[in-house]
């Protein structure tokens, strides 16, 4: 019976986290927008939470892989890592782009789906 409970409260707070870091991502605005192109870029509050949370998570699946509960530690450190490990750039300002990269190829044609001809980006 515990661990039908267990499993519930870990399923419903995955849930609610995930709910509430895509409600927090979901409220970001664009940097630059134009008619078809933008830089999506989460406020570096919510970064930072996920950075921290991730971290948790990771020293967290470590303390059970320790313990002795190596199956789920190694999830949960994975888990941590990842969720960390991907939103540490949004604390930088790697997503403003390099200026050195942005005239290194100032025409690209894109085939576009359908029958529409390809566009000329500049």
Not at 20 to 45: F, H, N, Q, V, Y
Not at 90 to 97: A, C, D, V
């Amino acid at each position: 019976m515990l661990e039908i409970v267990r499993f519930g409260f870990i399923a419903g707070m995955t849930a609610i986290i995930t709910g509430g870091l895509a409600w927090l991502i979901s409220r970001a605005r664009p940097a630059a927008a134009s008619a078809d192109s933008g830089t999506i870029a989460p406020e570096k509050w919510s970064a930072l939470f996920t950075v921290v949370f991730g971290a948790i998570m990771f020293l967290g699946g470590g303390v059970a892989i320790l313990a002795g509960e190596w199956p789920m530690g190694l999830v949960v450190s994975i888990m941590g890592a990842a969720a960390g490990g991907f939103m540490t750039p949004s604390l930088t300002n790697t997503l403003t782009g390099d200026p050195l990269l942005e005239d290194a190829a100032p025409e690209i044609d894109v085939p576009l789906a359908g029958r529409h001809r390809p566009r000329r980006l500049e």
